[in-house]
């Protein structure tokens, strides 16, 4: 039996211990700063408002990119579940509202650097997150870089984050152009779908994504869906120098409602086909493909 076949087992037996899988939302983006981590922790203040556990993961290793957004510093990281002999419940930082989150630290490049026995720890520590929560976003880091790819075609959901600057749109292509072109990438496995942030009217999101989504087809023959914009949003801007999240201290703001809507529409999708594509499944594709 070869090493990945023995992880796929490990991870197969662990699945048949839970019999709710965690869904799996990983926020992504060509382009730095275009609002990811807000993505991330706005859904999460939703996902949480309407019954939902959520636990937010920190991608973007050796940047600290959520633990800033709650103004709030972990203790431990992922490192020390690799390294050290914490579990993955032991981990999980409390943010505002009960919102779990875990750093990635600085410790870990990729999954590629690890030996058998730790990619084993790993997942079998990270399956645990099954049962503490419903919903787990991975905020990933910008570039296309191998890590970002690797989180990003293992994914069953990936919200691209897009503005309708020239160099967000030529950068998210870039990142969905770089998905098709890995080997790991099944687009009936995995759903794009495109979150136009910082636009000034429903119209404007919507052509950006057509104009996003256009190239996708022509160039890829791929598709990507529309799951909404953010407004740009001076109160967002304001909430993040104070360290607060816009959603919580300003719940009746433009962009707060945007984000609300956007958490409904995503819960209020049919999961029977998510239902599939649980947390479980998640690390599965990441250990066939890494
Ligand atoms: N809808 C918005 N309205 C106004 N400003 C916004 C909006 N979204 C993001 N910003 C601004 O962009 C900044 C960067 O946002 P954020 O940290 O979420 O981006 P990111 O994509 O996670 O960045 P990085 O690539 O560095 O991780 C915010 O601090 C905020 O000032
Ligand atoms: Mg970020």
């Known amino acids: ?29 060509g382009k730095g ?6 993505l991330a922790v706005n859904l999460g203040v939703w996902f949480r ?9 920190d991608a973007d290793f050796g940047l600290a990119n959520v633990e800033v957004l709650f103004g709030r510093v972990p203790k431990y990281n992922l490192s020390d579940v690799i390294y050290g002999d ?7 930082s409390e943010g505002p509202m009960g919102i779990g989150f875990v750093s990635g630290g600085s410790g870990i490049v990729s999954l590629n650097n690890l030996d058998e026995l730790q990619v084993r720890h790993l997942i079998r520590s990270l399956s645990e997150l099954n049962a503490l929560c419903d919903v787990l976003i991975i905020d990933t880091g910008a570039g296309v870089s191998d890590t970002v790819l690797e989180f990003a075609v293992a994914s069953p959901e990936v919200l691209l984050v897009t503005t ?18 890995s080997p790991k990438y099944d687009p009936k496995m995995t759903k794009i779908r495109m979150v136009a942030n910082k636009v ?41 120098i104070h360290q607060q ?23 209020g999708e049919d999961t029977t086909t998510n239902n599939r594509w649980g947390l479980t499944d998640f690390f599965r594709n990441f250990i066939n493909k890494s």
Request: aromatic share 6%; charged share 20%; hydrophobic share 40%.
């Open 49 to 57: 408002q309407l019954g939902k556990r959520v636990i937010i993961f």
């Open 200 to 240: 000034n009217s429903l119209e404007e999101g919507k052509n950006l994504y057509q104009k996003l989504n256009s190239v996708v087809g022509r160039f890829l023959q791929g598709q990507m869906e529309y799951l909404g914009m953010v407004p740009s949003d001076r109160a967002l801007e304001q909430a993040v």
């Open 245 to 267: 999240i816009v959603s919580i201290a300003s719940p009746s703001a433009r962009s707060s409602k945007a984000f609300e809507q956007i958490a409904k529409t995503i819960l």
């Open 164 to 181: 309708p600057e020239p160099t967000s749109i030529t950068d998210s292509y870039s990142l969905v152009k770089a998905m098709h072109k």
């Open 1 to 29: 039996m070869d090493q990945a076949q023995h992880l796929r087992n490990i991870v197969k037996a662990q699945e048949l211990n839970y019999i709710q899988q965690a869904r799996v939302i990983t926020v992504t983006s």
């Open 86 to 92: 914490m579990k993955i419940a032991d981990i999980v």
């Open 33 to 38: 700063g275009v609002g990811k981590s807000n």
